[in-house]
């Protein structure tokens, strides 16, 4: 019984809310005459049975709702409301627009004029179904402070009419990418959780961005970044069960037990990242992203990764993405090429990076390799008080106090 | 009574046809103390401005625009108690003020920012856009 509501609640949630915002303009409303649909199976379904077509049944009650509230609220002179009154209430709208009104919802939650925490926060809520106790929880905050982000975010969309539609052709891009970024920043914070008294993993974060990213992919089949970010969560994803030792402690990439990595999500990341190399176009950033995952996760062990090919591509994304992160990451990489030296000549022009806890994680190592201790552990303790994530402070801690 | 298609009539009847008024004001941070003088405008600033003025009315997303003297130059008026407080000076202190400012009309918040987004470029300077309450 509660399997079909969740099954439902896990299909019919982002299409319903996306075809009740498209129908009623108002994604308040739509939100709510969804989660009363859904309270509403809760109540009868054990009693009733499951209808023959749980996705129709839920549709139809969720626009009963829905209009059940307008007429409560029909004392405005809204004629618009009162043109809706006069529908025909139980006609399923075609499929193929359906589709589209998702990927309308996402562009709406994702907006650039939104905050980023209120675009991740009304993602969450209003495309994948989180409830706000949920969304709080995952992003520890109270409940209040969530429900007041997701009200004003929604308030906002109103007031300033952020559109219900597709971006312009020339808008595209940019927008789908801006979807990616909310959508790996939730992954983000599943893979590698911030919060000193927390899960360092919070897989159900992950494994929602990876659910958000696979609809994306339906709805854009032929988009390379698309593409590029889910082969990427994948391939990182994969890693998950070899990245925290029974410790509690943080096992980096070279130190990792490769048979526990998950063999299934890297077959897929892989054949994606090949689709995307067949296709000749020249990849975005999430594309190269996840090929150097992919040189990562096709190497039997550490001392056998390719890490020319790693820097060949860290010089590919340092021109799509000229962030010091990125030259973070690719001094690392030729650290492992062309030794510690070289490496720490690059990572200290990166001083601009001081706030960012990988920064003084990677001097530390480097430092270390290059034996010149008392300057490794000075870096150490900056990483240790910047880091925010448990398995990372308890590794970095064990590595500091190696060194005596 | 049964109207089908009266959902998307609905729909675009509000969202095209009843178009938003948005507030687009230009903000000076510190190109006025830069030149010296409150008309801080360049010649080539002043000839892209009235090129998307033009364009703004040819569409028909112009409502009414103009330039705002210095705010050292303001004066604040507070007539709720028993007498009128009249004070010089602009109603907030800040480096950052409102140099000059657009209303347009628009559908939505896309086409506000694609304007704003020429708009900006053409007076040099940052932008904000903030819509009229809905009446």
Known sequence: MSDAIIRTHRDEWARMVASLTKRFGDLDIAEEAAAEAFATAVERWPTDGVPPNPGAWITMTANRKAIDRIRRENKRDDKYREALLVMDVDTPAPLGAIDDDRLRLLFTCCHPALSMEARIALTLRMVGGLTMPEIARAFLVPEPTMGQRITRAKGKITAARIPYRMPSADDLPARVSGVLGVLFLVFNEGYLASGSDTDPLRPGLTAEAIRLTRLLRGLLPDDGEVAGMLALMLLIDARRPARVALSGELVPLASQDRLLWDAALIAEGHALVRARLRSGEAPGRYQVLAAINAVHTSSPSALDTDWSQIVALYDQLVRLDPSPVVALNRAIAIGELDGADVALALVDGLASLDGYHPYHATRAELLRRASRDSESRDAYDRAIELAGNTAESAYLRRRRDELG | ?135
């Open chain 2, 1 to 135: 009574m049964q109207v089908k298609g009266g959902s998307e009539w609905a729909a675009r009847n509000r969202q095209e046809l009843i178009h938003m008024q948005y507030l687009i004001s230009v903000i000076d941070d510190g190109q006025a103390d830069s030149a010296g003088s409150e008309i801080s405008g360049t010649a080539e600033e002043g000839a892209a401005i009235d090129v998307f003025n033009e364009k703004l009315q040819k569409q028909g997303s112009w409502v009414f625009a103009g330039g705002l003297g210095y705010p050292n130059n303001a004066t604040t008026v507070d007539n709720r108690g028993e007498s009128t407080v009249i004070t010089d000076g602009p109603y907030v202190e800040s480096k950052e003020f409102m140099a000059g400012f657009w209303i347009i009309e628009a559908p939505d918040l896309d086409v506000a920012l694609a304007l704003a987004t020429e708009g900006s470029k053409a007076c040099n300077r940052k932008i904000e856009v903030r819509p009229f309450l809905e009446v």
